[in-house]
């Protein structure tokens, strides 16, 4: 409607970088990209990268993976896991006793 306030936004002139959302996944892609990198996985996510759903929401688009890539990665968090690395939904980071069992240290 012509009277409408836009609050000096159009629709039609909305970008994603004008949105939080695109940053955090931005941002996230990129964290996980250098773990990957640092891991030698980097070949294996052809179709990492951050997008945005209809909402403007952040994503991150992690797309199909080989079974050996999957086996790899779990592997990696299992060790993460084991070495007493834990983060919460915040983000925070808490050290743990190891938890390694004895299954898990005939993997390792």
Known sequence: MPHEPTDGHDAATWSPLDSE???AARNATTA???ALVRAGLEKDFPYLRADLNAFGHG???LGRVSPDTA???AELLRLAMASGF???RDGDEHEHAPAT???DKGRI
């Open 21 to 23: 959302g695109w940053y």
């Open 59 to 61: 994503l991150v688009e």
């Open 101 to 103: 069992s004895e299954e």
């Open 86 to 88: 834990r983060r919460d």
């Open 32 to 34: 996980l990209r250098d």
């Open 71 to 73: 086996e790899r990665l």
